[in-house]
Structures are given as C-alpha cells and as structure tokens.
C-alpha cells in the first residue's frame, strides 16, 4: 500500500504570457497574485492583510503586462501570493513560507509540517522556477535581458521612504550600473540603487538564479505602490521605465557598455 | 562585473561505491559522517557535540558498508555532518540546517544568511541527491529495493529505550511490513515498526523522493548505537539483517507479497 497524501488543488501557480519571436526582453512578475488556493482557508489572514504588500506586490503586475505590452516582450508571473511560496526565494529561506511578515501573523504558516512545506516546494516553488527556466531557454537566442517588477509601501515603520524606483542587482550588477549612469531626464520619479532593499536582504533570489545563471543581463525594479494604483499610473509608469531600459539595453548592444 | 561569493571547499559530500552488475538492493547512509568542512570552524562545536549522535549517525556506516558488501549491493554515503547539512531533509525543513539539535546548540546555524543556506543546499544537498538519483537511474533495470541505515541513541530524556531496531517506513509500507510480518526466529534484536521515530518526524524524505517516486521497495532500518559501537558489532548486526532483508524481497519476487 502506498499511502496518498492529503492534497489541495494549487490552481494556476505561474503563467506565462509569450512574446513575439525574436524578444530580447523577458519581464518576470513573482509576487503578481495575492491568491490563496481554495481549502487553505485564507491562511488565516484577514482581508487587510491578503490585500496588503505582506501578501503581494500590488500594481506591480499592471505595469509588468504594461511593459511586455511596450516591448512586445514575453511575460512570466506568479500566480499564488507569496504567503503561500514566496518564488523570489529558495526552499531553504525561512521567509519563502514566513511566519510573521511586516505586522502580520501568518496563521496557517506558523506550525508548517514537513509535508505541507515540501507539497508547497513542489506544487509552487518548482512549478514557477520550471516554467520560468524553459520560457529562458525556448527564447535564449534571442534573449539578452531579464527584468523582475515588484513594488513596495510608501512608508516604513511610519516614516516615508524617498525613494519611489528602485534599481536593484545581484551579483551581476552591470545592467543596474548602465541604468543608473544614464537615468533619463524626463524620468518624473525619484531613482536610486538598491533602495529600498538590496541583494543583502535575499531579494536577488530570482536574478541570480535565472539571471546570472544563464548568462542573462538582469534587473529588478521596485516601484512605491502608492505610484501604481490605477491601471492609467501603471500603464504611465511603464512607459517610462521602458524607454529607459531599452536605452541602457542599446547600449550593451552597440558596445558602449561592458 | 559580476560579484564572486566568497565559498569554501566541503569535500567529498557523497560516496558512492558501485556493486557488481545485477545488484538488486542499494544501500543508504545519509548520515555515514561527522566531518565538518575545513573553514566553519567545527561549526563552533565541541569535539563532544562532533562525537554525538548529534553530529552523525555513529556506527551506521559500519553496518551499511557490511549490509553492502554481504549483499553485493551499491552504497550512497554523506560525506559530511548532518549539522551542516542533513541530507535526509529537504531544503525547506528547518531542520536541515538546524539551530539546535538534543541538548546541543549549533552556533554557526544560529545566524546563516540566505547565502550561506544557498551555499549549503548547493554544495552538499544537490550534490548528495544527484549522486544518489544517479546511481539508482544506472542500476535501475536490476534494481528493487532501497535500504537506508541509520542509528539512535539508547537514551532519550533519560530513560533508555526498548526497542532495538526500527523498520520504519514512508509513504509505501509494503516492505516495512513484510520484513515485520517475517522477523526471523534467531534475529537476536528487539524489532518494532515505526520505531523510536516514524515518517511524521520527518525522516522518510530520502525514501519518499528516491524510493517510491521510483518504484523502488524501500525500508529505512534504525539501529541502537550501543549496539553498534565495533566493527564486530557492526559486521554481526548486518550478518542477522541481511537473511532478514533479503527473505523479505524474495517473497516479492516470488509474487507472495503483494
């Protein structure tokens, strides 16, 4: 006999919007979706907090469609909330299935068993990493850049965070430094490296290993939420990003950076 | 530029010894070692923690390498502490890389950055479970069974143990109950199910993920360590297991088992 173990229907974990043929740009949205799978019971969590940033990243999927749509670029985003599986983080990291995040308690993660973290590991984890790893290798010809879009709260333990666009690398800081040294001049929002988080706070999980690893040029933008609430900012705010990524891009691709 | 993480050199984290062509059973020791890779600073523990059961499995790679070798079996051994990574645990288990273990606790896992857990899984994780997913899909065609050894202390919380030897077993208890149903009469060791640990401690991870998600029969053998102090004691231990194992499979393979 081999005993089943008592599972739950996970739905759509990752979806992967395709580009034309010959993109050279492919944006990943991991914290897309604040959903929790039917039988998990909210986590336990209260409406506030499966809207709050605790539970996703909101707006910041409008404007990674809005930027595929601008560069006719594939697209490849979470489909569960990172309370669920954090997929910008590996199985071993306690903040992949966290506990406790900013003010919240999360209930259903607080006593995970070993089963419910490996059926998470398998179901959401290695599903999003795979489907992400063939859209990278069925474009790779092509491919030269890999951009992550995520957003943040416009205040941190009560105080306002200045920054409004963060450009972020990991080990791989080339395509952040272009940015940086030619940030338009028409950009309306206040840019700056690795704010208000940076590779030292376990967020250049999904750059390094998708990134980096395939030899890809790589990024991660993080936008204040408060900038992105309407799908008219976070279609604006795309069509600035946009033309400041394929400047910096252009110039890896005359030679003018390294 | 990309930014080279500072790493050090684990060693051998696996071992895999090879059996002669046409080995029906392979033999397991995830936690044959106690060596602490040179640059962790014995992970800032005594040479008592580094003795202990704690550390390693003390014994259990005696009787495995004598299991292997009367069976002409292939043996799959860890190379390192379990403290510094337990290869019978996934990723995600905190106890993979504990913090704390019986009255010990581990100060250099107390603190590990997203990077060092990175390092770890990568170095000695993967490697262990691609060295042993290997050698089953090689030996695959002949294969049957997959047997891991393992020990435990006499004592726990002061008082000392009954059982003697555990058949424990994961999500496929076929085997587990066959050898149960058949102790053999001259076996000279208490034998129980499921003791002094079961699959809800977590310990069934190598024969859920190399054994049934193979096809494979598969047991996970738990031995007193006070019985298995020499290598006399270890060669005699695996002298009365074998007969044990090997009627067990051949009721399989006879089509008496189910």
């Not at 594939?74 to 669920?84: H, I, K, P």
């Not at 666009?165 to 929002?189: C, Q, T, W, Y």
Request: hydrophobic share 45%; net charge negative; aromatic share 6%.
């Amino acid at each position: 006999m081999i005993v089943a173990t008592p599972s739950i229907d996970f739905g759509e974990v990752v979806h992967v919007r395709p580009a034309a043929a010959g993109s050279k740009v492919l944006v990943v949205c991991e914290h897309a979706s604040n959903r929790v799978p039917t039988g998990m019971r909210d986590l336990g969590l209260s409406g506030e907090a499966l809207q709050s940033h605790a539970a996703w990243d909101p707006g910041a999927l409008g404007v990674a469609e809005a930027m595929a749509d601008q560069m006719s670029a594939a697209l490849v985003q979470g489909g569960v909330s990172r309370l669920v599986y954090d997929c910008n983080r590996p199985p071993e990291a306690p903040s992949a299935m966290p506990a406790r995040v900013e003010k919240y308690g999360i209930p259903a993660n607080e006593a995970l068993s070993a089963e419910m973290r490996r059926e998470r590991v398998m179901q959401v984890y290695e599903q999003f990493a795979a489907a992400l790893a063939r859209q990278i290798k069925d474009a790779r010809a092509e491919l030269k850049l890999m951009v992550t879009i995520h957003s943040f709260n416009p205040t941190f333990h009560g105080k306002v965070r200045g920054v409004e666009v963060g450009i972020l690398h990991g080990k791989d800081n080339r395509f952040a430094s272009a940015m940086m040294e030619k940030v338009p001049g028409d950009f309306p929002f206040v840019a700056r490296l690795n704010e208000p988080y940076s590779a030292a706070d376990g967020v250049a999980y999904t750059l390094d290993l998708h990134g980096v690893a395939n030899g890809l040029l790589n990024v991660m933008i993080e936008i204040r939420n408060d900038l992105i609430r309407s799908t008219e900012q976070q279609k604006e705010v795309a069509s600035k990003l946009v033309p400041w990524i394929t400047g910096a891009l252009a110039e890896f691709e005359s030679g003018k950076a390294p």
